[in-house]
């Protein structure tokens, strides 16, 4: 059974500054891996999709990782901004989707 | 790119009655529907599978009897809570995913926030 774990579960950091949100998911025999951001009670919004063949994915100021031999992706964000704020979710795909349970980013102005 | 829509966007409704919920793929064929469920600062739970016009693949621990799903359509599944109760109270999110584009993504609904009083 798949398991996804993020890590931090929440983030405070100053406008600019760069940062990284970790996942790490137990089955390496995964389709994909999605970043997913959602705003306060609202739906979720695709980030970036990794297939499994790939390494990276870049989006603007956004870049994920995927690493399946040691079951992690990353999340980096550049140059952060307050509209970042957020809860970020990975997901590993099997067929089935499964999430963390996310990092709750703040960006202070 | 692919839209999927939700509705209502939230409904109120008294304990012992029954909710729809619909979701939709507006530009593109679903073959398989996913449901959702999260609850206040939790993550997503999948709640069931469907492919069009077979019965929905349940996930453990979900009752079949009380979230009636329907995937009738290409375009169009439904979630029914029956008898809905105060703890059934959550955010409702419907997905889809069709042949066309990346393999195994899904396109997801902007959710539907169901209160029971």
């Known amino acids: 059974k798949q398991e996804v774990t993020q890590i931090p579960a929440a983030l405070s950091v100053p406008e600019g500054e760069n940062l990284v949100l970790n996942c790490s998911f137990t089955?390496?025999?995964?389709?994909?891996l999605q970043w997913f951001r959602q705003d306060p009670g609202k739906g979720l919004t695709s980030l970036l999709l990794?297939?499994?063949?790939?390494r990276e994915q870049t989006s603007g100021r956004l870049n994920a990782s995927l690493d399946k031999s040691s079951g992690r992706s990353t999340l980096y964000i550049a140059a952060s901004q307050p509209g970042d704020s957020a809860t970020y979710l990975c997901?590993?795909?099997?067929?089935?989707?499964?999430f963390g349970k996310g990092t709750l980013l703040t960006v202070n102005p | 790119g692919a839209v999927v829509s939700q509705h209502p966007s939230r409904v109120i409704c008294k304990s012992g009655t029954s909710v729809k919920i619909e979701c939709r793929s507006l530009?593109?064929?679903?073959?398989?529907m996913f449901w959702y469920r999260q609850f206040p600062k939790k993550s997503l739970m999948l709640m069931a599978t469907?492919?069009?016009?077979?019965?929905?693949?349940?996930e453990q621990g979900v009752e079949k009897d009380k979230f009636l799903i329907n995937h009738a359509s290409l375009t169009l599944s439904t979630l029914t809570v029956t008898s809905a109760h105060p703890e059934d109270s959550s955010f409702y999110i419907c997905?889809?995913?069709?042949?066309?584009?990346?393999?195994?993504?899904?396109?997801f609904g902007p959710g539907t926030r169901l209160t029971v009083t």
């Open positions: 990794i297939q499994s063949s790939q």
């Open positions: 997901a590993g795909s099997n067929y089935k989707l499964t």
């Open positions: 089955d390496s025999a995964i389709y994909n």
């Open positions: 469907s492919n069009e016009g077979s019965k929905a693949t349940y």
């Open positions: 997905s889809a995913r069709g042949l066309a584009g990346t393999p195994y993504e899904q396109y």
């Open positions: 530009d593109f064929q679903a073959t398989t």
